[in-house]
């Protein structure tokens, strides 16, 4: 069994950072997944993709909303990704996911991920 454990979230002012992490683990071997994606929801909103990473060439993308502000990286040795979050704004509130799968598919669409984790909320205030 896959878990996706996140850890990171919180509450700050506009302007300030969060740094989100996201471990896989698994019962009795390790999960090498091909990418992982990390999402948020805002109340009454559908869930957006914010960053991904594919592990193999650790090619990285972005929302729009996002660029320039947000970074995503990888640990190999711990099997964690990372979101750095910088110059947060009110609209970056949130519950925020990680997804991870070993196919093939695209980093922004949830429907292509097998695995989540449980959420972690993010809030900026203005």
């Known amino acids: 069994q896959v878990q996706l454990v996140e850890s990171g979230g919180g509450s700050v002012q506009a302007g300030g950072s969060l740094r989100l992490s996201c471990a896989c683990a698994?019962?009795?071997?390790?999960?090498?997944?091909?990418?992982m994606g990390w999402f948020r929801q805002a109340p009454g909103k559908e869930r957006e993709g914010v960053a991904g990473?594919?592990?193999?060439?650790?090619?990285?993308y972005y929302a729009d909303s996002v660029k320039g502000r947000f970074t995503i990286s990888q640990d190999n040795a711990k099997n964690t990704v990372y979101l750095q979050m910088n110059s947060l704004k009110p609209e970056d509130t949130g519950l925020y996911y990680c997804?991870?799968?070993?196919?093939?598919?695209?980093?922004?669409?949830?429907?292509?991920?097998?695995?989540w984790g449980q959420g972690t909320q993010v809030t900026v205030s203005s």
């Open positions: 990473i594919y592990t193999g060439d650790g090619s990285t």
């Open positions: 698994a019962s009795g071997y390790r999960y090498s997944y091909n990418r």
């Open positions: 997804a991870a799968d070993r196919r093939w598919g695209t980093w922004s669409n949830p429907d292509s991920y097998n695995y």
